[in-house]
């Protein structure tokens, strides 16, 4: 889907793009002044921006310019009612694609949004805001800046064929990057063969990975191929290579150099054309110390390392992993299940996740069967989340009075004229809580659209909320 960003005057741009093309194919955000198109840039991916010039905040074409310096693929197409010869000039070696007069005509519209479309086409990977997908249905969901360079390495290292090895806890989601980088790779009709060296049985590996030849042993009744050769043309994901053995990593490491294998009880050597993507979760350089890990194959396999945050570091990927796995469940268990209450994101952003994203399907998928209604409360999930640590039981906000909103105001008032109270720390907590008073005012008490129109996340916001003791149903009216 290409998604468009506007600084619009009159909305007449906005109003063509959505009468031009439906709401499928395209997407379009405004931005009302220069400041919050260049955050907006800066925060999600664009194919393409539309600056008014008649808008009395739409900044100077050096302002302009600089969102294509920040995001060199997006382009950008100012629109002005006063065109002139030398404004033209300089927008376009300013870098913008087109200079359009008003009133912007349909047909032109028409022909920028089909070449833009052309060129979402031919992108690598299509990447959302805050899902890298591949293959067809499957995504890696995130929004966290740590997500977001993990995308970015996929991306780079989809298009050359060295060897990876993805490093994370369990659960983080090896994997799903394992098959992000075949499905995006050149290699991607080929196949993708995972084999999880840590559960088969240390006499049986070499065979299950390289195959046997007829009569190698009792029940060798005809020749069987190994994993490398299933995986010829695609990638191999060695997975728990932590747990291979030393007489197996010497073969592994042959493979590695010569790119080729040798049945057990054969003599010839086979070669193999063979992307090889391994993952761990154990401390290799503390294995290779102790002489557990051959450092020659670890230099081999890690000639690119992706290290896969934990959930608990990027808690803000919560709301948005959550919903795509209340989405998956609805469609397995048909049922209609909206959203998350508010306590409940709380309890989940409390939470220390050691078993990562694995175990926030497990809760959510608990959690499915558990709750009655539309709505996945804090009743719904597992018990021992509630309680861990030393977390306090999750409560409501003691309800703030009208009064303590006026006076809070006031005592803000105070400090900011007082130079002995202008400490940092103390000033940011309080504006910060008076943000958040004056956001949920705006925006009625309603949590997700004052999350959303102040570029909070949700879960910094609950956070935020029970911090300061703030009743957003208070801001009601
Ligand atoms: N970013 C993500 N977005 C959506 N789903 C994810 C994400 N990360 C992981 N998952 C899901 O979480 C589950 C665990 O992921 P995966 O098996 O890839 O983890 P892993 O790191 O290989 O775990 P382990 O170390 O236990 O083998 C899978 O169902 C996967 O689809
Ligand atoms: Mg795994």
Same mark, same amino acid.
Request: hydrophobic content about 35%; some cysteine; proline content about 5%.
């Given at each position: ?16 793009? /959505?009468?031009?093309? @439906? ?81 912007? =005509? ?68 090896? +994997? ?142 919560? +709301? ?31 939470? @220390? ?32 989340? =509630?309680?861990?640590? @030393? ?15 006026? /006076?809070?105001?006031?005592? =803000? ?65």
């Amino acid at each position: 889907m290409l998604q468009i960003l506007a600084l619009d005057l009159d909305g007449s741009i906005v109003d063509l793009l /959505e009468r031009e093309w @439906d709401d499928c194919t395209c997407s379009v955000s405004t931005a009302s002044n220069h400041y919050e198109l260049v955050m907006k840039c800066q925060e999600s991916r664009f194919d393409a921006v539309f600056v008014d010039l008649d808008h009395p905040r739409s900044g100077s074409l050096e302002e302009i310019e600089q969102i294509r310096v920040l995001s060199p693929s997006i382009r950008f197409f100012v629109v002005t009612s006063l065109p002139t010869w030398e404004q033209a000039v300089q927008c376009i070696k300013n870098g913008a694609e087109d200079y359009l007069a008003k009133p912007l =005509l349909p047909e032109k519209m028409q022909s920028i949004l089909h070449c833009l479309q052309r060129r979402l086409a031919v992108r690598p990977l299509i990447e959302h805001q805050h899902s890298l997908e591949f293959d067809k249905s499957k995504r890696i969901i995130g929004r966290s800046q740590a997500i977001q360079k993990v995308y970015d390495l996929i991306q780079k290292l989809a298009r050359v064929d060295t060897s990876v090895l993805i490093r994370g806890e369990s659960g983080t989601g090896k +994997e799903l990057v394992a098959q992000a980088l075949h499905y995006n790779s050149a290699r991607k009709q080929g196949p993708f063969v995972a084999v999880n060296c840590g559960a088969i049985p240390e006499n049986l590996i070499e065979s299950e990975l390289f195959g046997y030849e007829k009569g190698t042993f009792t029940g060798a009744d005809r020749k069987r191929l190994g994993k490398f050769q299933f995986a010829n043309g695609g990638s191999i994901f060695l997975d728990e290579i932590g747990d291979v053995s030393p007489q197996m990593q010497v073969k592994l490491l042959r493979v590695l150099q010569e790119r080729k294998i040798t049945p057990v009880g054969g003599n010839q050597e086979i070669p193999v054309d063979v992307r090889i993507i391994s993952a761990t979760n154990r401390p290799l350089e503390k294995m290779m110390q102790e002489g557990k890990l051959r450092s020659d194959l670890y230099y081999r396999l890690n000639v690119m390392p992706i290290n896969l945050p934990a959930l608990r570091d990027r808690r803000e990927d919560l +709301e948005c992993l959550a919903g795509f796995m209340i989405e998956k469940f609805n469609k397995l268990h048909e049922r209609s299940i909206k959203s998350l209450a508010p306590e409940a994101l709380l309890a989940l952003s409390r939470y @220390d996740w050691p078993g990562n994203i694995r175990e926030l399907e497990n809760v959510i998928e608990h959690a499915f069967i558990i709750e009655g209604s539309n709505e996945i409360h804090t009743d719904s999930l597992p018990p021992h989340m =509630l309680t861990q640590g @030393d977390h306090t039981p999750i409560e409501k906000p003691a309800e703030p009075t009208p009064e303590d909103f006026a /006076e809070d105001l006031k005592n =803000l008032d105070q400090v900011l004229t007082d130079p002995q109270s202008l400490k940092y720390p103390e000033l940011k907590e309080q504006f910060e809580k008076e943000f958040i008073k004056r956001a949920l005012k705006a925006y009625n008490g309603r949590i997700n659209q004052t999350a959303e129109q102040t570029q909070m996340t949700k879960v910094t916001l609950l956070r935020k909320l029970e911090k300061y003791n703030i009743n957003p149903k208070e801001y009601q009216h």
